[in-house]
């Protein structure tokens, strides 16, 4: 299973780092991304990190958020900086077997497990 946190209440301009523990599966043979919802909009991808450390990112996001994966930690962070208030949304993790999946465009193309949300939410 996938456990997001790090989310919290931040000014805009304002920084925050999320992390996705993995438990009962090696995340070093998975590929890594992170969703977000924002309320009434649909699911988005974020980022991306293959097994290469090879990252991906939304048009939206690129050059403020930074995904990165520490195996050894079977974990992997989101730094996100220059927050913005349209970047309020919750934000999830997700997994697939580097066998079964890919990067696509700053999303990850199928997923085999999920975390719970994290909220982020920046204010103006």
């Known amino acids: 299973q996938l456990q997001a946190s790090g989310g919290g209440l931040v000014q805009s301009g304002g920084s925050l780092r999320l992390s996705c523990a993995a438990s009962?599966?090696?995340?070093?043979?998975?590929?890594m991304g992170w969703f977000r919802q924002a309320p009434g909009k649909e699911r988005e991808g974020v980022s991306c990190v293959n097994l290469l450390s090879d990252t991906y990112y939304a048009d939206s996001v690129k050059g403020r958020f930074t995904i990165s994966r520490d195996n050894a930690k079977n974990t992997v962070y989101l730094q996100m900086n220059s927050l913005k208030p349209e970047d309020t949304a919750n934000y999830y993790c997700?997994?697939?077997?580097?066998?079964?999946?890919?990067?696509?465009?700053?999303?990850?193309?199928?997923?085999?497990?999920w975390g719970k949300g994290t909220l982020v939410t920046v204010s103006s």
């Open positions: 997700a997994a697939v077997s580097a066998a079964f999946g890919a990067c696509v465009g700053g999303s990850l193309s199928n997923q085999d497990y």
């Open positions: 009962g599966f090696a995340l070093e043979y998975h590929i």
